[in-house]
């Protein structure tokens, strides 16, 4: 399967941990996407990679929320301290590095999670 | 503000006729364009897409039409299946960005 992989697929926890998800994106795409998804709305960027360098975060995301991509490969994003409002589903993508125009990009199946 | 938009949240089409979505975008330096349709418990696919400068682009039973002095793209599936049940999110970039807006989706439903 070369699609774009993402761990877990479901994540439970309680308010104030701290969560960690993982994307492996498809292995000849040098940019990775990491946006967020609530019931009703299309996705919403949080932040982008190429290669290793993270270029952009999105003005909403708050401290909290920390990416990494070491090496150019798999990306993780860490959520500290939850809050019930990061329940949401935590979509990765991954395109090849043409620019914007002309690389679509291509989701992993999510990770949902639940802050209770 | 949302700059890509969509304002019908659901469609119902009988098998074999056609669907038709519809979406709007208010940032006139978007320069690509794409649809997406999003299965239960899945991501979204890569459906179509198509760049400023055409008009038209046509996949199978999919074709995406943009209207740039209207600000406004749709995608046309002919002739719809029921397999074609899903959300269908429309999205747009700019040669200049990273960033790819969304809109909030369409829920067609096909109906046998």
């Known amino acids: 399967d070369t699609g774009v992989s993402q761990n877990p697929r479901h994540k439970i926890t309680k308010r104030g941990q701290n969560v960690t998800f993982r994307c492996d994106p498809i292995?000849?795409?040098?940019?990775l996407y990491w946006y967020r998804q609530t019931l009703g709305q299309g996705p919403e960027f949080l932040t982008y990679?190429?290669?290793?360098?993270?270029?952009?975060k999105s003005r909403l995301l708050s401290d909290r929320f920390s990416a990494e991509r070491p090496k150019g490969s798999f990306s993780t994003l860490e959520i500290q301290r939850t809050e019930q409002g990061d329940s949401a589903m935590y979509l990765c993508?991954?395109?090849?590095?043409?620019?914007?125009?002309?690389?679509?990009?291509?989701f992993g199946n999510g990770t949902r999670l639940t802050v209770t | 503000d949302q700059q890509v938009k969509q304002n019908s949240p659901s469609l119902s089409v009988q098998e074999g006729r056609i669907s038709i979505l519809n979406c709007d975008y208010t940032?006139?330096?978007?320069?690509?364009f794409l649809w997406y349709k999003k299965y239960p418990a899945e991501g979204p696919t890569f459906l179509i897409s198509?760049?400023?400068?055409?008009d038209k682009n046509e996949d199978g039973r999919f074709t995406v039409f943009l209207n740039k002095s209207a600000k406004h793209l749709s995608l046309h599936i002919v002739p719809s299946q029921p397999g074609d049940s899903a959300v269908y999110f429309c999205?747009?970039?700019?040669?200049?960005?990273?960033?790819?807006?969304f809109g909030t989706g369409t829920s067609l439903t096909v109906i046998p």
């Open positions: 292995s000849e795409h040098n940019r």
């Open positions: 990679f190429q290669n290793e360098a993270q270029l952009e």
């Open positions: 940032n006139s330096m978007f320069d690509y």
């Open positions: 993508a991954s395109s090849l590095g043409q620019g914007a125009a002309g690389s679509p990009l291509h």
């Open positions: 999205a747009a970039s700019y040669n200049t960005g990273n960033q790819f807006y």
């Open positions: 198509i760049s400023s400068i055409k």
